[in-house]
């Protein structure tokens, strides 16, 4: 990957999210930052149906995590929201 133009190095890559952090770079909410430039993100990511179920599929593939978490605590609780 480090030898494609799509690749950006570690240290470039915290440059440009400081930028974003630090309002260098202008991001209103919800915007698809690429490096320096500030784009709309593709049109799927706009969805419902389609977030819904990637929320769906993240919920599924956490469960087992969340469940061995409980186990050890004890108590039935991990420590974080669901």
Not at 57 to 76: L, V
Request: a neutral charge; proline letters at 5%.
């Amino acid at each position: 990957m480090t030898l494609t133009p799509f690749a950006t190095s570690r240290s470039a890559a915290g440059r440009y999210l400081a930028d974003v952090v630090l309002g260098t770079t202008r991001a209103p909410t919800g915007s698809y930052v690429d490096r320096s430039r500030v784009d709309r993100s593709s049109q799927e990511s706009y969805d419902p149906q389609r977030e819904r179920e990637l929320r769906e599929a993240a919920e599924r593939f956490t469960a087992a995590h969340a469940a061995s978490a409980d186990a050890i605590s004890g108590d039935g609780t991990s420590g974080s929201p669901r």
